[in-house]
């Protein structure tokens, strides 16, 4: 009507064009709430990638250890082995140098790296054979393997050549290749068989099964370097089937080792396996220790602080299996621990490594040496030598 002042203002926006914007403005917002966390994981995954990668060709301990392993493996594959992983060559030698460093390796007649084992053993003759993987089995000369230091360390104390300590080591050993050569063990007639072994049934039964029984999800999530490096161990089955394979697949096979020893009179020992120490390492021993883990050990999927983990939990199970079998244990890792100037990767030694696992084990033997001499020597019939030697 004329003169009337109308109420409509033609540039208020229809309601379709609020509805417009309200949907607009919330898949602009749900689209920043995806793209921006999505962009940020691209990056720290490209991070994460990139770490690891320098790590492979800068951090110094892997490069040494790498040119190591090369090297190693390469002389000892064609001149040491019958059976990669099961026996050595009879009487095999090698002699190599790397890095300044020799490296002397010899095996005697039944294919093991210590001296001529005479059969029968010598009356009055204590005899300690020392049985596990490359752990026992290792060191720069067959002088320099912890069996050779545990002997002299004996003969030095107790002022005799009568204590013979035998390296029965196999590189790659489980415990249950351990278990099915008891026979061959025993045939060596010993007072005591010691049993220090660990890492290999850790990383190629317990770990690899734990990886190959993940759920598709955790499979999947793992792939990622910078998810797997914060939270792997969520990408694998629980502590119950760790434990429920730990028993299974080492535990029975430490018990059958020690039963079978009882039926035959021998004695046995089982020691806590070392592992280099978690806190307090430097960085590049750490991005060394999870390279080694990664590669050499083929657990990519798994950190060294969860291999540390898994590692004690083995050794306080060994320890409780010991303590309600009234089995023989030694605490090994309990008194020793060290960063690089202990280990070489994450269970072998350097040389001064070495000799600290001897000396801890030495000290636990004494009382049993002891023992054992004393009764040799209370028998006159075992201070005379057997006819044929």
């Known amino acids: 009507m004329p003169g009337q002042i109308s109420t409509t203002n033609s540039d208020t926006p229809r309601p379709i064009n609020l509805r417009r914007r309200r949907v607009f403005r919330r898949l602009l917002l749900g689209f920043n709430l995806l793209i921006w966390p999505l962009l940020a994981l691209l990056v720290m995954e490209g991070t994460s990638r990139y770490q690891l990668n320098f790590i492979d060709k800068h951090n110094p301990y892997v490069q040494a250890n790498l040119r190591r392993y090369s090297h190693l493996n390469e002389v000892s594959s064609k001149t040491l082995w019958e059976v990669p992983r099961e026996r050595y060559r009879k009487n095999a030698r090698l002699e190599t140098t790397l890095d300044g460093q020799r490296f002397e390796i010899t095996f005697n007649e039944h294919g093991y790296r210590t001296p001529s084992i005479a059969i029968p053993k010598p009356q009055g003759l204590l005899r300690i054979v020392c049985i596990g993987g490359s752990t026992t089995v290792e060191g720069m000369t067959n002088d320099s393997t912890y069996p050779a230091i545990l002997q002299r360390r004996l003969r030095e104390h107790f002022n005799t050549d009568q204590i013979e300590v035998v390296n029965c080591g196999i590189s790659g050993f489980q415990s ?214």
């Open 176 to 389: 249950i290749q351990e278990a099915g050569r008891m026979d061959e063990y025993l045939a060596l007639e010993p007072d005591m068989i010691l049993e220090y072994n660990g890492v290999n049934d850790i990383c190629y039964v317990i770990l690899y099964t734990l990886e190959l029984r993940a759920h598709l999800w955790q499979k999947l999530l793992r792939q990622s370097a910078f998810l797997s490096r914060l939270f792997g161990r969520y990408f694998k089955p629980g502590n119950d089937l760790m434990l429920n394979l730990l028993y299974w697949n080492t535990l029975k096979n430490i018990e059958t080792i020690h039963k079978t020893a009882q039926q035959h009179g021998v004695d046995v020992m089982f020691c806590s396996f070392v592992r280099p120490q978690l806190d307090g390492i430097t960085p590049d021993e750490l991005d060394y220790f999870n390279h080694n883990l990664r590669t050499f050990w083929e657990r990519k999927h798994t950190s060294f602080a969860e291999y540390c983990h898994l590692v004690d939990v083995y050794n306080a199970a060994m320890r409780q299996l010991c303590s309600e079998r009234e089995m023989g244990y030694i605490p090994v890792a309990e008194n020793l621990t060290g960063g690089i100037q202990t280990f070489v990767d994450i269970c072998h030694m350097t040389r001064s490594g070495i000799e600290k696992k001897a000396e801890v084990i030495f000290n636990y033997l004494k009382p049993y040496a002891a023992k054992k001499l004393g009764q040799a020597r209370n028998n006159p019939a075992t201070d005379k030598p057997t006819s044929g030697n």
